[in-house]
């Protein structure tokens, strides 16, 4: 762990649990805690043990407020304001978030506002505690969204929905939240990390193989409704390999003998 780190790390088992740490500033956002979240999710990658991630804000007041303007550079160098141009650290965290192997988790404890619920709609699912607000404000700063924020958020929740959310710029409730299809569940806060860390190890149970192939397959239709032919026997061969696995005669062994499998993501 780093000294005054603004990204918390923990790890039990096959759950690894990443903490926005910034509860003074809300959990606001910097380049410093995006880069580590794509540092601590490209080596988990190599690793391969992982089976899910769970981010959430420290505290109980927000998962995360938003971006820390404060926190860009007033008059960055030439090569940082490329960089910031061509791939800003909000859009390669986002990235590492959808190219990481296994399913992340969102546990939405208080605010996600602008980035911060962007943040939380790049997971795969999203887990609200009852006192949890999101929203979109950028319209009432005069800011047109990235693109690719607009594309995640209408493959999560549709067209007409990411509309409205951009166009009204208002906090939604927990309740509104589950009705927009921004979470996909809303528990009592008191009992919100248990939940989120059941779910993950219900989760973290199932065949690797499996959960790799179905996040990958899912997010490539998603962002491409209609593959090409090299994408179409590229998910097709993720079937054929699966019911060839070590993985899938453990589980019809384990069927069997009436136990719960032991995968080796083999």
Do not use: W
């Amino acid at each position: 762990m780093t000294k005054d780190p603004e990204l918390l790390f923990e790890r039990k088992g096959p759950i690894c649990t990443l903490s926005i740490n910034r509860p003074e500033k809300r959990n606001l956002l910097t380049p410093r805690c995006l880069e580590e979240v794509v540092r601590c999710l490209e080596a988990l990658s190599r690793e391969d043990s992982v089976r899910v991630v769970v981010i959430r804000g420290a505290g109980d007041q927000a998962f995360s407020a938003g971006y820390d303007i404060a926190a860009l550079p007033v008059q960055p160098a030439t090569g940082t304001r490329d960089t910031l141009h061509r791939d800003p650290p909000m859009e390669r965290a986002m990235r590492a978030i959808g190219s990481f192997p296994y399913p992340v988790i969102a546990m939405i404890n208080g605010l996600a506002y602008g980035g911060g619920c962007e943040l939380a709609v790049a997971c795969d699912l999203r887990i609200a505690g009852q006192s949890a607000r999101m929203g979109m404000p950028p319209a009432k700063l005069g800011l047109v969204y990235p693109y690719e924020g607009f594309r995640r958020f209408v493959s999560v929740i549709g067209f007409s929905r990411t509309l409205e959310i951009f166009l009204t710029a208002r906090p939604y409730d927990s309740a509104s939240c589950l009705r927009l299809g921004l979470v996909n569940e809303v528990v009592e806060d008191g009992a919100l990390e248990d939940h989120a860390l059941h779910l993950a190890g219900e989760i973290a149970e199932n065949a690797p193989l499996s959960l790799r192939g179905t996040k990958l397959a899912l997010h490539r239709i998603a962002r491409y409704p209609v593959l090409d032919p090299v994408d179409e026997d590229a998910i097709r061969s993720l079937f054929v390999r699966s019911l060839e696995s070590e993985d899938m005669a453990e589980a019809r062994q384990a069927f069997l003998e009436k136990r719960k499998p032991r995968f080796k993501g083999k």
